[in-house]
């Protein structure tokens, strides 16, 4: 830290984001990105893109419409961002000087609220690692819920957090749907009836767009004006040219959508059995991701291995290792290994 750095930031914890190994030899199962190809639809848009002598459109009109569209929202219920990380500190930003969300959920919650000075709450877990939607009902405050949580995986259904939005309609609630379409029930359709609701969802995870940061926030006309309020203080041209026709091919492209995110969800069911049968506790995941009770030897005997999982190295989820669904090949030689060290297990020490 240099000696002009404002001390206000002198506690500040940055996020620490999964490890992104230079090269191509480990296999990657840590960070919830899509284990298949951008479509080639998305690809051809972002090679068609050649005018960058010119800035991007700031409202990047083309991705907001295909958004809408795909959703049957009219264009002012859509904002887009530089992955959904910048349309949540935005949300931060409008909406966070008092906040609420689950103690172990998305990292990057308490590292917004730290940088832009909110004054937030953090409420526990259940024991068996569920978000207790009762427990926000009576906060006075913005609430923040994963849906599905991570690194959980849990989903609640949509009639749940429902009840949430229609217990106070002077609260705002926000649901982080990073990971909504590997099977769980979008809030989107509740955006009409309500106006305290913000939904935002990525394209890094399902329609494997990690590398182009595009993030998408839903919710009412007023809400997304506000967003936008906020995005023209700071960076009116957020989304490249290319993350622009990327984002709107990638909506266009359902059949492609439909195709990987039936594959992940299929691989994640034989990938749950498969753990479930060598004796592991697993988490019903509505995620790309699963979260093992496995101990932390495990996840440093796979990076050994070869394999990258993440695991966060705090109470209560020590002994749990946060898997990514890869390809079946993938999860094939995770189980191989998986098999291979629970021998060792048995067998004693590492000969
Ligand atoms: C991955 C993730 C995000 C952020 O994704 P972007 O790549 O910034 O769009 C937001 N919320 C949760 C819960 C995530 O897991």
């Known amino acids: 830290m240099s000696r002009f750095f404002d001390p206000k930031y002198d506690t500040l914890e940055a996020y620490t984001p999964g490890e992104q190994p230079k090269d191509n030899v480990l296999l990657k199962l840590n960070t919830n990105e899509c284990p298949y190809p951008t479509s080639p639809k998305v690809l051809a848009a972002i090679e068609a893109e050649k005018a960058f002598r010119l800035y991007p459109d700031p409202t990047s009109s083309r991705a907001v419409s295909a958004i809408a569209k795909y959703y049957g929202l009219s264009e002012d219920q859509v904002t887009v961002g530089n992955g959904s990380d910048e349309i949540l500190a935005f949300a931060f930003m409008a909406y966070g000087r008092k906040i609420c969300y689950p103690s172990i959920s998305y990292g ?8 832009f000075g909110c004054d937030a709450e953090e409420i526990p877990l259940t024991k068996d690692l569920r978000i207790e939607l009762g427990d926000y009902m009576d906060k006075d405050a913005t609430l923040l819920i994963a849906n599905p949580n991570a690194p959980t995986g849990i989903a609640h259904p949509r009639d749940a957090i429902e009840q949430l939005v229609a217990k106070d309609p002077d609260r705002l609630v926000i649901v982080d749907e990073a990971y909504v379409d ?4 979008s809030c989107v359709p509740l955006i009409e009836k309500y106006d305290n609701l913000l939904v935002v969802q990525t394209m890094s995870k399902s329609r494997s767009l990690a590398g182009m940061r595009i993030g998408m926030a839903m919710g009412n006309a007023a809400l997304i004006q506000d967003l936008n309020t906020i995005k023209f203080s700071f960076n009116p041209y957020d989304l490249s040219r290319e993350a622009i026709a990327a984002a709107a091919a990638a909506m266009e492209d359902a059949a492609y959508f439909e195709e990987t995110r039936g594959k992940i969800i299929a691989t994640r069911e034989w990938f749950v059995k498969e753990m479930q049968s060598l ?15 496995t101990g932390s030897p495990y996840f440093h005997a796979m990076r050994e291995a070869g394999i990258i999982l993440r695991h966060f190295d705090k109470d209560p989820i020590r002994n749990w290792v946060r898997i990514t669904i890869g390809t079946d090949e993938q999860m094939q030689r995770l189980v191989e290994e998986t098999k291979r060290w629970l021998m060792q297990q048995i067998t004693g020490g590492k000969q």
């Open 279 to 293: 004796q592991f506790e697993v988490l019903p995941s509505s995620a790309n991701f699963v979260f093992v009770k």
């Open 108 to 115: 990057f919650y308490p590292v917004f609220s730290q940088v």
């Open 182 to 185: 590997f099977g769980a029930e």
